[in-house]
């Protein structure tokens, strides 16, 4: 029988799973809330090679059917495609996503960071709603050229989008107000271009090739919903990690130097993505001991390869100043996060800046009433109840 991954204990709280799955061998068929059996992979070594195995593929092979037109216009992105279209796809994103205009960036974040710290209560306030949504959310709107005050918006809709079946019933009006919107985004920027990337994804040439329309939808989908649900997590997450133990925030407060490595042991310890996106396997596939029939779906355990003891020393605890730190939290291969050094850089930001100003920041309630939000996609908690001290 397989592990029904829909029980609400494993949600709060799926580390013991992961050791007990790990131990036993590093794949197993599990039950998904929507009652789906998939086969998942829980250690390091496997996870790493499935991650970059053309054999287990995005699409299995098959031209894709979307049953309706929005189900379309999300589904042409990247993340979705297998090479040779996920060649183009990232290649022509690239163009526009380079590494200088992240970078550029900086004093900007920077600047958010503080403004939001500012209008800090002096009473407990949830640090999540305060601090870690709306830093990613302005920074991604900034970023492409949206308006901030349609945030809420957008944080509706995302969080029905990513809930996977608890608001199944939701998703199609939530899908389509955000295709919607997003049509209407990209026509004002066709009439009135400016040097935002959604401009520069509009505009974007290779070698006579561009970005359908599909396509561009899809692709500003992937960038608003990326763009801020992973780095919320990561923020919120790695703020839970300190605050949970009082030491190591007084530890980093007392260090800011080890921020950037803190930043990354947040990223392996509490994934932000809990699972790798959905594949299937094209062809008879030997993983782990276990051999997979052609069109077996899988998904790849991220969370739980992150503690697999056989790669990293002293797996389970949180260590700010790990030297080598070779988590699999962005993925690996083809389909590494394009907005790796984006999230770095607002999280490194994001604490440099709460560690400085806030030293005496705490929990506000107990850890045992902390929420964590349903469904294997994303990690994060709901709410991070804190007092700033």
């Not at 991650?51 to 059917?65: E, F, N, Q, V």
């Not at 205009?101 to 306030?125: C, K, M, Q, Y």
């Not at 090739?209 to 923020?235: P, Q, W």
Request: with cysteine; aromatic share 8%.
């Amino acid at each position: 029988m397989p592990d029904n991954l829909a029980d609400p204990t494993f949600h709060a709280n799926p580390h013991p799973s992961y050791a007990s799955w790990r131990r036993e061998g590093p794949i197993r068929q599990v039950r998904l809330a929507s009652g789906a059996v998939v086969w998942l992979i829980t250690r390091y070594d496997e996870a790493r090679r499935a991650l970059a195995d053309p054999r287990i593929s995005k699409t299995g092979g098959d031209d894709r059917h979307p049953s309706n037109a929005v189900e379309q216009a999300l589904s042409r992105h990247m993340l979705a495609a297998d090479p040779p279209d996920h060649t183009r796809l990232r290649r022509l994103v690239s163009a526009a996503f380079t590494a200088r205009r992240i970078e550029a960036l900086r004093p900007r974040i920077s600047d958010i960071a503080e403004d939001l710290l500012d209008r800090f209560p002096g009473t407990p306030f949830d640090l999540i709603d305060a601090y870690a949504f709306p830093l990613p959310i302005q920074v991604i709107c900034e970023l492409l050229g949206i308006p901030a005050d349609d945030r809420d918006a957008f944080r509706a809709w995302s969080d029905i989008i990513v809930g996977g079946v608890a608001y199944q019933d939701q998703f199609p009006g939530a899908a389509a107000a955000m295709v919607g919107y997003i049509q209407g985004l990209l026509a004002a920027r066709r009439a009135e271009p400016g040097e935002d990337l959604l401009s520069g994804l509009i505009g974007v040439r290779d070698s006579g090739d561009s970005l359908t329309e599909d396509e561009l939808i899809s692709m500003v989908f992937l960038l608003l919903l990326a763009g801020h649900e992973t780095t919320v997590n990561l923020i919120g997450n790695g703020a839970y990690l300190l605050l949970s133990r009082p030491e190591r925030w007084e530890r980093l407060c007392a260090e800011p130097a080890l921020i950037p490595t803190a930043v990354e042991e947040f990223l392996r310890y509490e994934s932000p993505v809990e699972t790798a996106t959905y594949r299937i396997t094209t062809e008879e596939v030997e993983i782990g001991g276990c051999t997979l029939p052609a069109r077996s779906p899988v998904l790849i355990g991220l969370l739980s390869a992150n503690h697999d003891g056989d790669r990293f020393d002293d797996a389970d605890d949180v260590a700010l100043d790990r030297a080598h730190n070779p988590h699999l939290a962005f993925g690996h291969g083809i389909h590494y996060c394009l907005g790796a050094p984006l999230a770095r850089l607002e999280a490194q930001i994001a604490f440099t800046a709460l560690t400085r100003r806030y030293p005496g920041l705490r929990l506000a309630v107990d850890e045992s009433e902390l929420v964590w939000r349903p469904g294997l996609l994303l990690r994060g908690l709901f709410t991070l109840p804190v007092t700033p001290g």
